[in-house]
């Protein structure tokens, strides 16, 4: 993904919220509810006070090319995974995003996986054409949920917070 406020502010607010989830998730004895309750009220404290944080939204512009079928990826290492589906005649596509301060952000896709190449960063997981997004780390073939962080085209976080209040 970018470098950018919006995405690290997402991130942040990512982990907090997973972390909120898992306490409640630890299953401790009854002796340990009041203290699990404190511990609750805090954290979701804590991501209140970092929602209300969000930084205001990128400024950069951006070129979104429309997908090329059988395109060939700028990025080596999507160039290699391109190589390897020629040999093994399997059907892909190419994404590209370009932006104003000459970042590029390039989408490999075949069916329903996708490799992405943004920040210096490279991401595998579903892809939902409907939306096209990256849901890094899911298979959903193999059974993998994923890291719970989606991408855009853009190499942009996914992110709606979870919290109830």
Do not use: C, F, H
Not at 54 to 83: F, H, I, N, Y
Not at 140 to 150: A, H, N, R, S, V
């Amino acid at each position: 993904m970018l470098k950018t406020a919006m995405n690290d502010w997402a991130l942040k607010a990512i982990q907090l919220e997973t972390a909120l989830m898992a306490l409640d998730e630890v299953g401790l004895p009854a002796n340990m509810k009041g203290l699990q309750d404190k511990a609750e009220q805090a954290m979701r404290d804590l991501v209140r006070g970092w929602l209300a944080q969000k930084p205001k939204a990128d400024e950069r512009k951006w070129k979104v090319e429309p997908a090329k079928e059988g395109g060939t990826p700028q990025d080596e290492e999507l160039a290699e995974v391109v190589s390897e589906m020629k040999e093994d005649g399997v059907e892909w596509s190419v994404y590209r995003a370009t932006s104003d301060k000459g970042e590029t952000v390039e989408t490999l896709v075949s069916g329903d996986r996708a490799w992405m190449a943004a920040g210096g960063e490279y991401y595998v997981g579903q892809w939902d054409e409907e939306t096209q997004q990256l849901d890094v780390g899911r298979d959903d073939e193999e059974g993998e949920l994923g890291t719970g962080l989606i991408l855009t085209l853009k190499g942009e976080l996914v992110y709606e917070s979870q919290l109830e209040d």
